[in-house]
């Protein structure tokens, strides 16, 4: 009787710490979507230094997903809205990128990432002026952001963004 026991109380506990490890349900978080985004992003990065462009926008469509989910529960996120423009200018939709960072910055127009973002899009799309506005919202915050934008619109023939 004692062995049937054990052997009950394993079966049942190996059962329940099964189910505690898996997460089986479609309920997922907007920050685990968010951070998988994230994810994405870091490893299509490395693989545009890798020079492996056809694989790093497979994974920035699926990081784009990601954060598009994020965004219906979170819409007043600009973060969010920044990793959709960043993803949307990655994989060459500058149109839709743009109004992301819009989006964002009519949210926080301080917002470091945004601006230099959104600076580099306008070297892309060769909007020079326009990236030089954003170098002057960045001017005073004293941060990396500044530096890069201003190292990537002086040295605009080279890509580098």
Do not use: W
């Amino acid at each position: 009787m004692k062995k049937i026991f054990i052997l009950f109380l394993t079966l049942f506990l190996s059962t329940s710490l099964m189910a505690a490890g898996s997460d089986s349900s479609s309920d997922t978080s907007k920050e685990s979507i968010y951070e998988e985004g994230l994810n994405l992003v870091k490893r299509a990065g490395k693989l545009e230094k890798k020079e492996k462009t056809k694989k790093a926008k497979k994974l920035y469509t699926q990081a784009f997903k990601k954060f598009e989910k994020a965004l219906k529960s979170d819409k007043k996120n600009p973060d969010i809205l920044n990793y959709l423009g960043y993803t949307s200018r990655k994989t060459g939709n500058f149109e839709q990128a743009e109004r992301f960072y819009l989006e964002g910055l009519s949210l926080k127009p301080d917002h470091n990432g945004i601006n230099e973002y959104l600076g580099e899009l306008y070297v892309q799309t060769n909007q020079i002026d326009k990236a030089n506005e954003r170098l002057k919202v960045l001017k005073s915050c004293n941060c990396k952001e500044y530096g890069e934008l201003e190292l990537i619109i002086k040295n605009r023939g080279s890509k580098v963004y």
